[in-house]
T-cell receptor, first 114, second 112 residues
Framework: EAGVAQSPRYKIIEKRQSVAFWCNPI?????LYWYQQILGQGPKLLIQ????????DSQLPKDRFSAERLKGVDSTLKIQPAKLEDSAVYLC????????????FGDGTRLSIL | SQELEQSPQSLIVQEGKNLTINCTSS?????LYWYKQKYGEGLIFLMM?????EEKSHEKITAKLDEKKQQSSLHITASQPSHAGIYLC????????????FGSGTQLTVLP
């Protein structure tokens, strides 16, 4: 079974620029998550989708972050404009259902803001 | 909000030694998940615990959830260099908000 695919693996941009990340979940997984992991910390949930609807985006900084999951499969996360504090690893995960099921993670995108 | 504490923050052991990592929640949990992460990679799912007193094992790793469902331990028997990495616990709180909250992780180094 193919795992969660993410691209790009690394991205370096200057502050105030924009950036987008892409995620393709495991086939058949209805629930998709985006996490932000700052060095030395555990992942923090940014947004959770159930099919193509948003379940929870309470921790998403909506003035600069946006995410979509058109057609309930692939998802993109965008940051515009980026700030220095956005330097982190952005992880995508998917699961069969929103609870009682383990989440499976991609390798993440490491974002550096100069 | 859910508070999740992991201890120790880091651990260095000699190959062949046993070790235990703890994860403590400030609230009763619906579920507790253990993950392993290597630097530059994503999280690898290890085990999921949901019932008070539950214990699961996979190869040389055993995870337990206490009866009150507020504390979990991860035990590695006869550690190997391949066990090295960051171990993270993720808590699924009881109640309507079921999103996972993660601890800060335990960095494990196994010396050959």
């Amino acid at each position: 079974e193919a795992g969660v695919a993410q691209s790009p693996r690394y991205k370096i941009i200057e502050k105030r620029q924009s950036v987008a990340f892409w995620c393709n979940p495991i086939s058949g997984h209805a629930t998709l998550y985006w996490y932000q992991q700052i060095l030395g910390q555990g992942p923090k949930l940014l947004i959770q989708f159930q099919n193509n609807g948003v379940v929870d985006d309470s921790q998403l900084p909506k003035d600069r972050f946006s995410a979509e999951r058109l057609k309930g499969v692939d998802s993109t996360l965008k940051i515009q404009p980026a700030k220095l504090e956005d330097s982190a690893v952005y992880l995508c995960a998917s699961s069969l259902a929103p609870y009682n099921q383990p989440q499976h993670f991609g390798d993440g995108t490491r974002l550096s803001i100069l | 909000s859910q508070e999740l504490e992991q201890s120790p923050q880091s651990l260095i052991v000699q190959e062949g030694k046993n070790l235990t990592i703890n994860c403590t929640s400030s609230k009763t949990l619906y579920g507790l998940y253990w993950y392993k992460q290597k630097y530059g990679e994503g999280l690898i799912f290890l085990m999921m615990l949901q019932k008070g007193g539950e214990e699961k094992s996979h190869e040389k790793i055993t995870a337990k959830l206490d009866e009150k469902k507020q504390q979990s331990s991860l035990h590695i028997t006869a550690s190997q260099p391949s066990h090295a990495g960051i171990y993270l616990c993720g808590a699924e709180p009881s109640g309507s908000a079921r999103q996972l909250t993660f601890g800060s992780g335990t960095q494990l180094t196994v010396l050959p």
